[in-house]
T-cell receptor, first 110, second 117 residues
Framework: QKEVEQDPGPLSVPEGAIVSLNCTYSNSAFQYFMWYRQYSRKGPELLMYTYSSGNKEDGRFTAQVDKSSKYISLFIRDSQPSDSATYLCAMSAYGNKLVFGAGTILRVKS | GAVVSQHPSWVICKSGTSVKIECRSLDFQATTMFWYRQFPKQSLMLMATSNEGSKATYEQGVEKDKFLINHASLTLSTLTVTSAHPEDSSFYIC?????????????FGDGTRLSIL
């Protein structure tokens, strides 16, 4: 079993839809949770960073962490074609290396 | 803020040559930088952790003599792929974390696409 599980997709949605992306994990030591967006042939771009459990909102993006269930989510409201990319969840215990999910390919159709 | 620059973005070279990739933190100092490798349609694989002024820490299975890492300053780390062969062709990405003390997430460069003929 992988430490971090993420459905690779692809996930196809119409423009304007609410997108829900999620990851599950097995290591209870993880405290720091990140979502990165990666366009083709580019490096990952940090979207959201959350410490421990709770919600965090930034514009159209909302990140949720439920440590009791070992489950994290990223919601994208009013999705746009420019949101089409691969979304990587990543997590870390303090001072330790990042552990990535496999990445979910998102396609937003206009 | 927290910009990481990587150079070159794309390099093609003949088998047997060595290739150097630079990673710079442009607006912050980074005592630690990370080097990843990414295969098509796969997630990032950590190769090594680069520490300023000391030896890099390599992940299991990564050849130290093949992938030389130098972190000479707080804003620059280099990865040299020595005697490169076609199987070394890949997408190499570096990252760095700004700040010290409190945890800061890693910020990534735009990657270097390496093609060995």
């Amino acid at each position: 079993q992988k430490e971090v599980e993420q459905d690779p997709g692809p996930l196809s949605v119409p423009e304007g839809a609410i997108v829900s992306l999620n990851c599950t994990y097995s290591n209870s030591a993880f405290q720091y949770f990140m979502w990165y967006r990666q366009y083709s042939r580019k490096g990952p771009e940090l979207l959201m960073y959350t410490y421990s459990s709770g919600n965090k909102e930034d514009g159209r993006f909302t990140a949720q962490v439920d440590k009791s269930s070992k489950y994290i989510s990223l919601f994208i409201r009013d999705s746009q074609p420019s949101d089409s990319a691969t979304y990587l969840c990543a997590m870390s215990a303090y001072g330790n290396k990042l552990v990535f999910g496999a990445g979910t390919i998102l396609r937003v159709k206009s | 803020g927290a910009v990481v620059s990587q150079h070159p973005s794309w390099v093609i070279c003949k088998s047997g040559t060595s290739v150097k990739i630079e990673c710079r933190s442009l607006d912050f100092q980074a005592t630690t930088m990370f080097w990843y490798r990414q295969f098509p349609k796969q997630s990032l694989m950590l190769m090594a952790t680069s520490n300023e002024g000391s030896k890099a820490t390599y992940e299991q299975g990564v050849e130290k003599d093949k992938f030389l890492i130098n972190h000479a300053s707080l804003t620059l780390s280099t990865l040299t792929v020595t005697s490169a062969h076609p199987e070394d062709s890949s997408f190499y990405i570096c990252s760095a974390s700004p700040g010290q003390g409190a945890y800061q997430p890693q910020h990534f460069g735009d990657g270097t696409r390496l093609s060995i003929l």
